[in-house]
């Protein structure tokens, strides 16, 4: 595996061939490898972004104390069998007079609840496809909405690239793995529980055709979320949800329905939702 950290040496360290490209920030853990081990099997070559993104966080976020263990995760992409852990730094991103910004519309769920979010996510992620230039990019489930604004800004602006999305990867107990999981003391990653199991409580009650959002409010037990929505990303209906357990912001969402058309997007069968 080479180690890059400014764009020209990423150039000349892709090879030929299909390229498939996770972009990261980070502080990797099962979800993340999940998405490399994936990328390995269908690509030749296997490009991973570790980026800290500042342009994603707002004023009042957690970007300084953001998990950071860059030579752990060197060391865990290359036993994933990646070809190229691409490192910039915040200036090689954004130059000085960068004055560029890429917004997607009527985002809702996290957009709402976090302004200016998606636009920082939109931009870096069309720099790394510019980039990189891969033909596959791959992405988690439990950013589902995330993977949504960016099929449609590949679709808008006619970039020439597929996007796939796994499924969502968690801890025996039901946890959406994350990376700001490592935040969480003992008792509040007992507590943290509470929101899947407010989301599963959600889908029953959408399966039994009672309102979903109205069932995962009453089963999170008195944690208070920074919205519970159904959200419609693309055909693909999911139940979303933030909360903040202690001083920790997680999010996660389930599927509710899947059209067919939508499955392959989402790395998975409509009977595996």
């Not at 490209?21 to 570790?50: I, K, N, W, Y």
């Not at 976090?114 to 988690?140: E, M, Q, S």
């Not at 950013?143 to 996007?163: I, P, S, T």
């Not at 999305?165 to 943290?192: F, I, K, Q």
Request: glycine residues 8%.
């Amino acid at each position: 595996m080479r180690t890059v950290r400014t764009i020209s040496a990423l150039r000349v360290a892709l090879g030929r061939g299909r390229v498939g490209l996770v972009p990261t920030m980070g502080a990797f853990h099962q979800g993340h490898l999940s998405l490399m081990r994936a990328a390995r099997a269908e690509c030749d070559v296997v490009v991973v972004s570790l980026f800290i993104n500042p342009a994603q966080f707002g004023a009042n976020e957690d970007l300084a104390r953001y998990p950071r263990d860059e030579e752990r995760d060197a060391k865990l992409a290359e036993e994933a069998g990646v070809d190229v852990l691409f490192m910039p730094s915040a200036a090689e991103m954004y130059p000085e007079g960068f004055a560029t910004w890429v917004d997607v519309a009527g985002t809702g769920g996290e957009g709402d609840s976090r302004p200016d979010h998606f636009r920082g996510v939109a931009t870096v992620c069309l720099k790394l496809f510019n980039i990189v230039r891969p033909d596959v990019a791959f992405f988690g489930q439990k950013d589902a909405q995330q993977a949504a604004v960016l099929r449609r800004m590949v679709c808008d602006l006619n970039l020439d690239l597929h996007l796939r999305v796994l499924p969502t990867v968690r801890d025996e107990d039901g946890l959406a793995l994350s990376s700001r999981n490592a935040y969480l003391s003992e008792d509040e990653r007992r507590l943290a529980l509470t929101l899947p199991r407010a989301l599963e409580a959600g889908r029953s009650a959408h399966v039994r055709g009672s309102d979903p959002v109205t069932a995962a409010r009453a089963a999170l037990n008195g944690l208070e979320p920074d919205y519970v929505e159904v959200l419609d990303l693309d055909g693909v209906r999911v139940l979303a949800a933030a909360a903040r357990v202690g001083s920790t912001r997680l999010i996660d969402n389930v599927i509710l329905e899947i059209p067919c058309q939508a499955s392959a997007w989402l790395g998975r069968t409509k009977e595996e939702s």
